[in-house]
């Protein structure tokens, strides 16, 4: 299912950036500062792996993520989408199971993405699973206990507020975490 009920989408063609970044009040400064531990994590990490509800896969913020990273010189944060059903005949870089969870190794990142109110118990176990082998856990959700729990970063849209606004944030991180390392290197290698 790939609805923008639950913010799977990512669509914000109704409206321009400037408005939508700034529709996010003070959440935008948190989706900003998310941002920035996701681009700062390539010393502890070597690999970025993004995960979702199995009724709603990321894969629109991956694709996103994606082009962001390459536009920026960023490979680093180029991620790769684990699935709950992999489709017979599905490209390699959409062919990686969640089960990769189960035997993910300490140096990578899991970015889990869940716009529902509570976490599926499967994606929990999961991401127990590879916090105990010691991957890094960042969290997008809706206000999940459980998914505050298992993170080391976390960023909670709350659930009262309209889907859209999650949406926009998810917007703000593919947008930032790349732009910002380019901005940054800007400022420092100026003549």
């Known amino acids: 299912m790939h609805s923008t009920t639950y913010g799977c989408e990512m669509d914000v063609a109704e409206v321009t950036k400037s408005r939508w970044t700034k529709s996010l009040g003070s959440l935008r400064s948190d989706a900003r500062l998310f941002a920035r531990t996701l681009r700062d994590r390539s010393h502890a990490t070597s690999e970025l792996f993004v995960v979702g509800d199995p009724g709603c896969e990321p894969w629109h913020f991956a694709a996103h993520m994606t082009d962001e990273a390459i536009l920026n010189g960023r490979r680093d944060l180029v991620p790769t989408l684990l699935r709950w059903t992999v489709p017979p005949g599905a490209p390699s870089h959409l062919s990686v199971s969640v089960d990769e969870m189960l035997r993910i190794s300490s140096n990578r990142t899991i970015l889990v993405i869940n ?77």
């Open 115 to 191: 716009p529902v109110d509570s976490a599926f118990p499967e994606l929990l176990e999961r991401v127990h699973v590879a916090k105990k082998r010691g991957s890094r856990i960042m969290t997008l959700h809706r206000g999940d206990a459980e998914l505050v729990d298992l993170s080391h970063e976390t960023l909670a849209v709350n659930a009262s507020r309209p889907i859209r606004e999650f949406d926009f944030a998810q917007h703000v991180i593919t947008d930032m975490t790349p732009e910002a390392s380019r901005h940054r290197w800007h400022h420092l290698h100026r003549g």
